[in-house]
């Protein structure tokens, strides 16, 4: 539990703080005033004045926000530095720039990765590198390092092997299992489980992963690619969520705090490959075109550059309305997908 609190308040922090960071970053650079810097809501625990820009950490951290003048034209105390005042070009970098930041993390948790570890290869080596939690080889005692030995009775040398011969057990039928830690033999029993969204038997358990050193270049290469390739599977995922929205799985903060934690009991690494997926889901939600979401505001601006004046004050409150409606509706969705997966289930 409590590696769990820790991993998620260290993902949560670092891409709140990327985020703002890209919002406040340009906003500066743009000629605004900004009030407040912020990670987090409710009480604060530290704050700190510099200059013009109060910077505060704040009790919860699942979030943060940046205080700039003149967000709301009735009430620009800034004058000409105020957001309103700008032209709608630098207010629409400064919206964009907080989902560029989330963009721009993963590339750079990856190469920091490859240049300092290398690139990950799953092992062909039958020794576990994680665990499924609440599934069969959790409950059986086996853990991350285990090598495993036999299954069924049958000799495992390579962990394809371990995969042909789940394929080849009786589900929900316990089956000896024979393993190797700190030079000790141990043999335990796990039962075979069938998902019915892979539509194959799982034991709970996944492959170690071996890492090649790369050089600097090589590295960013990595990095550039392999960040693209997930960015192009979440955009896919997405449009089919859209197709078939009934069957979407859809976490909030505690099923995120708990995968997390899960990430980080297999190591550092996994948290923060599991903190550069985050970020860019981040990224994209960020920037769909829903009130209250930095893809509306976009909206918004890209309209009043079309008819060159800002939309009125009642329709901008009557979609910011519509828009925080539809994000509490689904963040109460996703909190109660979460509860019925992590808690009840």
Known sequence: MIITI???????????LVHEFGHFFTAKLTGMRVDEFAIGFGPKIFSKKYGETKYSLRAIPLGGFNDIAGMDPSDNQAGDRGFCEKPVFSRMIVILAGSAMNFVLP????????????????????????????MSAEKA?????????????????????????????????????QYERNSQVTETFVTPKFDESSKRKLLGIQSSVVYEPKSLGESWTAAMDHTKKILLYMLDALANLFKAPSEAELSGPIGIAQ?????????LIPLLNFAALLSLNLGIINLLPVPALDGGHFVGLAIEAVR??????????????????????????ATTNDLIRVVWK
Request: zero cysteines.
């Open 6 to 16: 820790i991993s998620a308040i260290f993902v949560f922090g670092l891409l709140v």
């Open 107 to 134: 590339v750079l948790l990856f190469f920091g990765i490859y240049a300092t570890v290398g690139v990950g290869k799953v092992s062909t080596e039958p020794v576990i590198g994680g665990l499924i939690s609440g």
């Open 141 to 177: 005692g086996l853990k991350a390092g285990d090598r495993i030995l036999t299954l069924d009775g049958e000799k495992i040398s390579t962990w394809q092997e371990i995969l042909d011969k789940t394929k080849t057990l009786e589900p929900n039928k316990s089956v000896p299992l």
């Open 259 to 267: 995968m997390a934690g899960q990430a980080a009991e297999t190591g």
């Open 308 to 333: 060159g004046k800002p939309l009125g004050a009642k329709a901008l409150m009557y979609t910011q309305r519509a828009g925080v409606a539809f994000l509490l509706m689904l963040t109460l969705y």
